[in-house]
């Protein structure tokens, strides 16, 4: 038997929230896509009359194919060529969910994102429907069949672990692009020293060129060694142009809320660079090349209104 129109409306009324969940829980757009719309065909095949709560029987659903897939995820990324970053997404893209608060932003962030691809599954998912959506830990514990003091205990683990990293500082989209430019400034000036000011003594540089585009398979760290790095990135070479196709556009950009370099050829995003910012300075730069991770941020890019690059790389 099939849906109503109204039980339809009831699970799109719920897709956002969905969506923004499992892109935090998975770091990947068209894997929430995926667990989404799995998540759409158990509600068609459930007597959804008998369901009281919709949107708490969608998000059980949801929560525990996110968890299959990161089990299998993992075991895929250990054989993945290189670095694994999570896939950007550009300023204004819906799947970045609520952003009222601290704890919402900084769970979307390119940064804790990738902290949290060290945490356990569960961890993992009772941080982000705490911090992101603030469930009640009752009702962390119904989704996760554990008792409430166990959704405690494991927000407090993950928590911690989180906070390993360092703390970000908070920008607005207008700072964030100023931080971009400055940062490009340097890059481009053709000596290592006015990067090496603006980055953390202990900053870190990583890629993920998925084994499709060259990429450095190991992250380095030391602001000397970042710098150099990054002034040999952005030196002009026909070894780069061929990479790539072409002369890409530079801009300043905003991606999981950080500052982001945003490199576009020819209408199709191909380099999303995210700055972690910290008070002391850019604590990480963490680039994403891998094509089959910018295909939605190519989408966003066309239709958003970005102006003029700052210059055209290579």
Known sequence: MGLSGHDVERFEASRPRLQAIAYRMLG??????????ETFLRWQGADVDRVEVPEAWLTKVLTNLCLNQ??????RRETYVGEWLPEPLLAGDPLLGPAETVEQRESVSFAVLAMMERL???????????????????????????????????LHRAKKHVAEGKARVELDEGAARRVVEEFLAAAISGDTQPLVRLLTADVVSSADGGGKIPARTKAFSGAPAVAKFLRGLFKPSEAKRAVVGG??????????????????LD???VGVMCLEVTADGIAAVQNQVNPDKLERATAV???SDHGKPLFTAF
Not at 70 to 75: E, N, P
Not at 138 to 152: C, H, N, Y
Not at 247 to 264: K, L, M, Q, R, T
């Open 28 to 37: 990947s757009a068209s894997e929430a896509e995926d667990a989404v719309q």
């Open 70 to 75: 990161l089990t299998s995820a993992r075991a």
């Open 120 to 154: 356990p599954a569960g961890e993992r998912a009772v941080y982000v429907l705490r911090e992101a959506f603030d469930y009640p830990h009752r009702e962390i514990g119904a989704i996760l069949d554990i008792s409430e003091s166990a959704s405690q205990q494991i």
């Open 247 to 264: 002369e890409p556009e530079v801009y300043a950009w905003v991606a999981n809320g950080d500052p982001a370099v945003v490199a576009v």
């Open 267 to 269: 209408g199709r995003v």
């Open 301 to 303: 890019w066309a239709r």
